[in-house]
């Protein structure tokens, strides 16, 4: 499997500390089906600033690394973009990360809100030929709030990574709710586990499998855990996602606190 969303490369960000923690995450990666695996740091302006060459310099050193421990991982450039006004004069300066060198590009809201720019840049993003994945909109509260801005942003060609530990109740039961309503309305494309270490929020991904397939069935699962994962990291197109039919209503859980 294909893990695109992963804080492994050390001494980064808040993820792995050091090489003893990324080796350790990668153990529990292969252990869990992972073969490969997107670093993303944080890039984050005056607070974690990377550039291109350090996040491909870190990637292939981790990757020496893991060869010389006869660890079966391969590690891919990447990185994990705050949304800032400026993010468009980066990417069209050439200065920004993407997944594998691909067209992709995770980018991470704000967890308290959607900015009032967040749709101008997205689309500004699209006009140089990059297509963003918004990193775990299930977490955030201006979309828990009104689903509908993450309707209207995906009815506009973005894309959205549903976290592992959402799926399965680790961030608490309103945002676990949250991500199974986005992948019923087809709003959640890919799976990632945005590990950052090997004992709290680490590398796997088949613990959601259970929850996707009584969504979806066997084809959705297929679908957020292996192919799109695969296209991201091939820098092909995504399989869309349409809607599926619950007598549910959004609406009956929106009242529950967050935790």
Same mark, same amino acid.
Request: glycine share 6%; aromatic share 6%.
């Given at each position: #499997?294909?893990d ?11 993820g ?8 350790k995450?990668?153990? #529990? ?7 490969h695996?997107?670093?993303?740091p944080?890039?984050i ?7 291109c060459?350090e996040?491909k310099?870190?990637?292939a050193?981790?990757? #020496?690394?893991l060869a010389?421990e ?9 990185a994990e ?23 992709y ?18 689309y ?15 977490r ?5 709030s ?9 009815n ?22 949250t ?19 090997n004992?709290k ?16 069935g066997e ?8 192919d ?7 820098g ?15 609406f ?7 935790q």
């Open positions: #499997m294909i695109i969303h992963v804080h492994i490369l050390p001494g980064f960000d808040d792995a500390a050091d090489t003893q923690m990324a080796i995450m990668a153990e #529990m990666a292969v252990t869990n089906g992972i073969h695996i997107i670093a993303t944080h890039i302006h005056k607070v974690s600033e990377h550039t060459d996040i310099t870190a990637a050193q981790l990757n #020496m690394l010389q006869n660890i079966p991982l391969k590690i891919y450039p990447g973009y705050y949304l800032e006004p400026d993010l468009t004069a980066r990417a069209a300066a050439g200065e920004l990360q993407t997944l594998n060198n691909s067209q590009l995770l980018v991470e809201l704000p967890a308290a809100q959607v900015p009032p720019y967040t749709e101008q840049i997205l500004e993003l699209q006009i140089q030929g990059l297509k963003p994945i918004i990193a775990h909109p299930e955030n509260n201006g979309f828990i009104n689903p509908k801005l993450l309707s209207e942003l995906t506009r060609g973005n894309i959205c990574q549903i976290t592992t530990g959402s799926v399965v109740g680790i961030f608490g039961q309103r945002v676990k709710k991500a199974l309503h986005f992948l019923r309305q087809g709003w959640g494309h890919l799976i990632a586990s945005d590990a950052h270490s004992h929020r680490t590398p796997q991904l088949l613990s959601a499998a259970g929850e996707i397939k009584k969504i979806g084809k959705l699962s297929q679908t957020l855990l292996f799109n994962p695969s296209s991201i990291i091939d092909k197109p995504i399989q869309p996602l349409a809607s599926i039919k619950t007598s549910k209503s959004f009956h859980f929106t009242n529950l606190k967050l």
